[in-house]
């Protein structure tokens, strides 16, 4: 069996921190810039063009693109045929600390939901995601959250009968309701199936798939399309001033649920999609 | 259309004279306050206490800075989410506060305090704090330092870029201004 040292995971996490934070992913510029060429609205033309200037000062500066550097969500693929000497939630979070301390990001952590609601100063602990894969790699990807954007998800337990126009009702409601304050031009990602946590699971995963990646069965990516259009044609336009570009893309995941039961997650990232992915 | 440049102190007056849609440019003395600080200031007011800062005509910025790289004034810092702050800005409009900077929608009894004292909301852009932050000039913590990200700051910006989203009169430029899109694709 092959072995790792935990040691690894936490320089590969605080690694990732600090270049999610700073270095946009390739798939979301793309995706911003194709749509600033196709933008008819000038207020959003000139909102879509400070857009790319920041994030091209933050790459170019070694700063953060956003103050709001997340919560830090780390998702592991742990092959079946490797092993970690040592506590990979502490090594996970020790990267999270070094990450976070050294490269001048924000610590957005509090300790209790309620009373003192005391921040953690060090933005830990991370918000893990883990699944057993097959292999004996430890595929890692740091995907930072902003909470003006996450405040704005919501999910459904939708009913059988509601059918596939329920479910795309529910999403563009979401979106129209979210408005301007999730920072648009967004990204949607939206859960289908499952059971209420996992909707939400799929939600979250979906948001760091890449951009330009439709959902493999035809019926679902043909619904990620109608329903990306349906919400540029809502007018929010980029933070809101009106526009075509509401949002980036509509990625949608899905899996098997109960013969009662149909529910969707929407769970929005703003126009700062950041994730990163290291393989160990 | 070319910018607006404002100069803090902003007096009632001079908010009354900006309009929904407006580009400005700040320059002077600004205050940063977000959710934990504006609930600080609001129970000294109900308490009847001094404030840390007197807001009488000036403009708090809805933020909580990155930490500041060495040699650097301020890391990113670009707005947070207005509607968080609804229960507490209309106390601060009475007092005199008249400029927000920040993003979002906010409440009709904030847009009430608004009209009736003369102050402006300005929407900054949201997830541009890199570029914002080039901005800020200068930046010292003025209270509540054990907020850390959220304690009061004392900023000076020069030619801070934001837009009049909702005018001393309540026009709200998230209402009209999808709407004048919408109505081009007809």
């Known amino acids: 069996m092959r072995e790792i040292d935990s040691k690894q995971i936490t320089d590969v996490v605080a690694r990732l921190c600090v270049n999610a934070n700073r ?109 057993l894969v097959p292999g004996d790699q430890v595929k890692i990807t740091v995907a930072p959250k902003g909470f003006g954007s996450e405040n704005m998800s919501q999910i459904k337990m939708l009913k059988v009968s509601d059918g596939a126009e329920g479910v795309k009702d529910f999403v563009v409601k979401v979106v129209e309701e979210a408005g301007p304050n999730p920072c648009p031009p967004i990204v949607v990602g939206v859960g289908i199936g499952g059971t209420f946590d996992k909707a939400a699971l799929m939600a979250k995963k979906a948001i760091i798939r890449p951009l330009e990646e439709r959902h493999p069965v035809k019926y679902y990516a043909d619904m990620e399309a109608e329903l990306l259009e349906r919400i540029n044609a809502l007018g929010i336009g980029p933070q809101g001033f009106g526009g075509r570009t509401t949002a980036l893309a509509v990625n949608i995941e899905t899996m098997p649920t109960h013969i009662a039961g149909l529910p969707v997650a929407v769970n929005i990232n703003c126009h700062v999609t950041r994730h990163k992915t290291e393989v160990l | 259309m070319e910018p607006i440049r404002i100069t803090t102190p902003l007096t009632p007056e001079k908010a009354r004279t900006l309009k929904s849609g407006d580009s400005v440019l700040i320059s002077g003395v600004i205050y940063t306050g977000r959710d934990a600080a504006h609930k600080r200031l609001c129970e000294l007011l109900k308490e009847g206490k ?127 201004g999808r709407a004048d899109y919408l109505k081009t694709q007809e």
């Open chain 2, 50 to 176: 001094p404030m840390p800062i007197d807001v009488k005509n000036q403009i708090i910025y809805f933020v909580g800075p990155s930490p500041a790289k060495p040699g650097m004034a301020i890391g990113s810092a670009g707005p947070t989410t207005s509607y968080r702050m609804d229960a507490y800005s209309p106390a601060l409009i009475e007092q005199g506060l008249t400029g927000m900077i920040g993003k979002g929608k906010r409440g009709p009894a904030v847009i009430d305090a608004m009209k009736k004292c003369g102050c402006v909301y300005f929407g900054a852009i949201g997830g541009a704090g890199a570029l914002l932050s080039k901005c800020i000039k200068k930046a010292e913590v003025v209270a509540y330092e054990d907020l850390q990200s959220e304690a009061i700051r004392r900023l000076e910006v020069k030619d801070l870029p934001a837009t009049v989203i909702i005018d001393a009169e309540g026009r709200n430029l998230y209402e009209w």
């Open chain 1, 23 to 131: 270095h946009l992913a390739g798939d979301v510029r793309k995706c911003i810039e194709g749509c600033r060429a196709c933008e008819p609205w000038p207020i959003a033309q000139e909102i879509l063009d400070r857009i790319i200037e920041n994030y091209n000062i933050a790459d170019r500066t070694e700063m953060a693109i956003c103050q709001d550097t997340g919560l830090a969500c780390v998702f592991l693929e742990i092959g079946q045929d490797v092993h970690v000497n040592g506590s990979i939630e502490d090594a996970v979070n020790e990267g999270v600390r070094k990450g976070y301390t050294e490269g001048f990001l924000r610590k957005s952590c509090v300790e209790e939901p309620l009373g003192a609601r005391k921040n953690t100063l060090d933005n830990t602990p991370a918000m893990i995601y883990y699944e």
